[in-house]
């Protein structure tokens, strides 16, 4: 059984930095750049993912301000990325790439046509439409392209048929497929869909009504677990992707402000519920511990049971994995832990500093960190880790990585998003007030 030295150090600057440069390196090389895609994953003849190219959209941005790229270069593969997608071909064919404004989970690297017979995501195609808001809003220069980035942009996102998703409902279904229509499940519960929600009800070209919001806020989950009170998400990234673009501090909804707190506080109180799930450790995971911890969405080495010092376990591939009440099978995601620093910097430095020092997890990978890890399952026979370490990278992991910390360093994300009218007008119709977005102006028409 692996087990790790505990220690409180935490990364210093020029560590936290190293890891959001090799972090973003993602982006400038897994991608095609006649296209602009971002590879969703790290393997063979894989396809590009429509969140990860929206992630990658907001990513630039940090490149510039960071100096990893020039701000010429950046502006060129964003130009390239929202040309794709605005003239890539949109209709009910299942060879398209998007349909109603939306565009397909995944799709071929080359072609930019969909991949898989996948469906037509909702939530992904939210993630995109964010990263092109945020490249409007970045990109403001009085120049041909960055005028062009802006126009581009407020298209893209005005495209996007939000009623359509509905599908006489009033909350948001996940996407639909050509073959067989829409997909029976919906954004209900809290979960990442926050953002999807806030964007969908600005449209000021197909909008989803008051309704469909409060409609989702019904089938919320309050819970008190290791003595904190939050809205309940299990998978720790719930808590973290609509906060990568969107400022929630100090700005309440009517479900918020009837709990006396913010979506920012619940995240931090989702953070150290997971560190204290680490610390219990109820099913007796190898490596778990006050600062090992981040349990997600993620891969793992399964799907298997193994007999392991007498326990027999049962081990899964890629799931939804949550705290505290699972599914767990010993795999940690150090991105997970990585995206909560804006949240908790004091448990996530030292979080940072372990995967870096003592699980050694940075060692010899391009893009800093692997996906995930399992200390418990031995991995392949013969591995010098003595452990299971994801072989990949994946761009949807990546992303988080890059914009929290920047995030946590400069609000620079934030700052972008606060000032996009698209993002105000959609906290508005939700219901949120105070904090920023009662000082913020009218500001333009669009985020262009």
């Keep these: 059984m692996v087990e790790f030295m505990s220690t409180g150090r935490l990364i210093n600057e020029a560590e936290l930095e190293t890891l959001q440069r090799e972090t973003f390196d993602y982006f400038i090389h897994e991608a095609n750049p006649a296209n602009g895609l971002i590879i969703d994953k790290t393997a063979a003849n894989w396809p590009a993912s429509i969140a ?21 270069v950046a502006v060129e593969r964003t130009l390239t990325t929202l040309r794709f997608f605005w003239n890539s071909p949109q209709g009910p064919e299942p060879d398209a790439t998007g349909h109603k404004g939306f565009y397909y989970h995944f799709l071929d690297m080359q ?79 809290y979960d990442e869909a926050l953002l999807l929600y806030v964007l969908g009800l600005a449209s000021p070209t ?39 673009w969107i400022d929630f501090r100090g700005i309440q909804d009517a479900f918020m402000r009837d709990k006396g707190i913010d979506y920012f506080e619940n995240s931090r109180r ?23 911890w981040g349990i997600t969405a993620s891969e793992g080495p399964g799907p298997e049971t193994i007999k392991l010092h007498g326990i027999e376990r049962s081990f899964f591939d890629y799931v939804g994995r949550g705290v505290p009440y699972g599914p767990d099978d010993g795999t940690l995601a150090p991105w997970a832990a990585v995206a909560s620093l804006p949240f908790a910097p004091d448990i996530v430095l ?33 591995n010098p880790l003595g452990w299971w370490v994801s ?3 994946f761009g949807l992991n990546e992303g988080p990585i890059v914009l929290m910390i920047e995030n946590y360093r400069s609000g620079l994300l934030w700052r972008l998003m606060r000032g996009c009218s698209h993002i105000q007008q959609g906290l508005r119709q939700a219901g949120f007030t105070g904090g920023w977005l009662a000082q913020s102006d009218k500001g333009p028409e669009s985020c262009s």
């Design 52 to 72: 990860a190219t929206g992630l990658a959209l907001a990513a630039y941005p940090v490149g510039v301000e960071r100096g990893f790229w020039a701000r010429n």
């Design 206 to 244: 197909h909008p989803l009504p008051q309704e469909s919001y409060d409609a989702w806020l019904s089938t919320y989950r309050w819970e008190q677990c290791y003595g904190y009170d939050y809205l309940y998400g299990g998978p720790l990234f719930i808590h973290q992707l609509s906060h990568v």
């Design 350 to 382: 030292p979080a940072i500093n372990y995967c870096v020092h003592q699980a050694k997890l940075k060692e010899s990978n391009a893009y800093g960190f692997k996906a995930a890890f399992n200390p418990t399952h031995p991995g392949e026979p013969g």
């Design 391 to 393: 072989p990949w990278h």
């Design 270 to 292: 989702a953070t150290y519920v997971q560190q204290r799930y680490a610390i219990e450790n109820p099913l007796k995971f190898a490596g778990y511990g006050e600062h090992c």
């Design 111 to 189: 072609t930019g046509r969909r991949a898989w017979d996948c469906e037509l995501s909702t939530i992904d195609s939210a993630f995109l439409l964010a990263g092109a808001l945020a490249a409007g809003a970045n990109f403001d220069a009085e120049t041909a392209d960055e005028r062009e980035i802006r126009g581009l942009a407020d298209a893209l996102y005005r495209r996007a048929d939000w009623a359509w998703a509905q599908n006489g409902e009033a909350t948001v279904t996940h996407g639909w497929r050509p073959e067989s229509g829409f997909i029976d499940f919906r954004w209900q519960g």
